[in-house]
């Protein structure tokens, strides 16, 4: 039930995208104070000190199909939104993460998904000219639709190999 009541009491997806686009968890948090119960900012500051902790490790099977595209010369890239520190905590758990060729993390460049503006500045990172040969997955419905609109293909993310069948199904051989 304490869950559910610092969900209401804070609006977490508000706070999360502040910080997905940069600003700092712990400062967003304390703009609440005053507002919400203490315990709710504790449970706040509880939850940035410990975001480590929540995580279980990679999608199961994506570091083969990561593995299975770089050997057949695919590029891979990651496009990600992550709160400044949390990308820090997350990427030492991965190592798979080393082996893409490069990455745009929102919190680093100050966009998030799904603003057109992150997906265009990937391609201008990646020397990207086409989008048609870009294919991009996303567990989010709203970011998916965003690359569509600007000619990627997409495909929303939820289980590896039915992303594995959507490639093949685009002509990548994986």
């Known amino acids: 039930q304490q869950i559910e009541d610092f969900y209401r009491a804070i609006p977490f997806d508000v706070v999360n995208d502040a910080s997905d686009r940069g600003e700092d968890w712990d400062t967003l948090i304390d703009g609440y ?5 203490d315990l709710y900012i504790e449970m706040g500051h509880f939850y940035g000190k410990n975001y480590g902790v ?4 990679t999608v199961p099977g994506i570091e083969e199909l990561i593995r299975d595209l770089k050997k057949v010369g695919t590029e891979v890239y990651i496009l990600s939104n992550w709160s400044p520190g949390f990308w820090d905590t997350v990427s030492p758990r991965a190592p798979i993460v080393q082996e893409f060729d490069g990455s745009v993390i929102s919190s680093q460049i100050g966009m998030v998904k799904p603003d057109p503006r992150i997906y265009q500045h990937a391609m201008d990172k990646f020397n990207l000219q086409e989008p048609s ?7 989010r419905e709203v970011n998916v639709e965003a690359a ?3 000619g990627w293909h997409g495909h929303i993310f939820r289980q590896t190999d ?8 685009l002509g990548v051989s994986v």
């Open 148 to 150: 569509q609109k600007l």
């Open 133 to 139: 040969q870009i294919v991009f997955a996303d567990d």
């Open 162 to 169: 039915q992303f594995r069948q959507y490639l093949r199904s």
């Open 54 to 57: 929540s995580l279980w490790g």
């Open 33 to 37: 104070r005053g507002k919400v119960d």
